[in-house]
């Protein structure tokens, strides 16, 4: 990563020597994790852009133009993106400092729909079969519906598969991030260092670890079990 400008490197692993397969430059620096789907690359950068590419380097947008999909801010969280290649269905998800998180075809890197946080947003979302969870400053942990339809106002009731603009479900008001997630609950790291649970379906507070003095978490999306440590024995 330079001063002005990012760099993505393919590396063979196999090769002790000269390991770089070849790179992509982007107009800014990088400082979150890629996403993966498939052959499919995704990358942010500090330039506001998102990046898709194959792993043969060719761009995976070709169709948007200098293949990439541009917001209005600077993309300093993660970006990520749906286990399964679905086209239509699988998205890319990513923040920018604009204050809005954007879902866009994995395939295409058209905008499948977007919400509105309000500040500006330097974390990235967590992404789960169902739900996106985000951090907003000064709200909290905000769940949001991965897929949600609009309603029309049409003398049949006739409705969009997907809202533009989707809002929130619920806001966890001392949540920080997202740990592990079961068929009911979604357990939250706090702002006093607790593990809380929450009701996905209410965002009701169900109840909350006594320990405060846990100090390094894993965030664990494909089992409910949480993994944590003390600094100290």
């Known amino acids: 990563m330079g001063a002005t400008g990012g760099r993505i490197d393919f590396v063979d692993v196999d090769q002790e020597i000269n390991p770089i397969v070849h790179q992509i430059l982007t107009n800014g620096p990088l400082h979150g994790v890629a996403a993966v789907q498939g ?3 995704f990358a942010g950068s500090e330039d506001g852009s998102v990046v898709a590419f194959y792993a043969d380097d060719t761009p995976a ?3 948007l133009p200098e293949d990439r999909f541009t917001t209005h801010g600077k993309i300093y969280g993660d970006v990520a993106a749906d286990k399964e290649v679905a086209a239509g269905k699988s998205g890319v998800y990513f923040t920018s400092t604009d204050g809005e998180l954007y879902c866009v075809d994995s395939i295409t890197g ?3 729909w977007k919400y509105f946080g309000g500040t500006a947003l330097t974390t ?3 992404v789960t079969d169902k739900y996106i969870f985000q951090f907003v400053p000064g709200q909290g942990l905000v769940a949001i519906a991965k897929h949600q339809s609009q309603a029309l106002n049409t003398s049949d009731n006739a409705e969009l598969d997907e809202a ?3 809002a929130a479900l619920w806001t966890a008001p001392h949540g920080r991030r997202l740990l592990s997630i079961d068929k009911r609950y979604a357990y939250v790291l706090s702002d006093n260092n607790s593990v809380l649970a929450i009701d996905l379906g209410t965002g009701h507070q169900m109840f909350h670890s006594r320990r405060t003095d846990l100090a390094v978490y894993a965030t664990n ?3 409910p079990t949480i993994y ?4 100290r024995d």
């Not at 944590?228 to 600094?231: G, I, N, S």
Request: glycine share 4%; proline share 5%.
């Open 39 to 41: 052959e499919a690359i």
């Open 221 to 223: 999306l494909n089992a």
């Open 124 to 126: 990235g979302p967590q």
């Open 110 to 112: 058209k905008l499948k």
């Open 61 to 63: 947008w070709s169709i």
């Open 164 to 166: 533009m603009v989707h």
């Open 228 to 231: 944590a440590a003390t600094r």
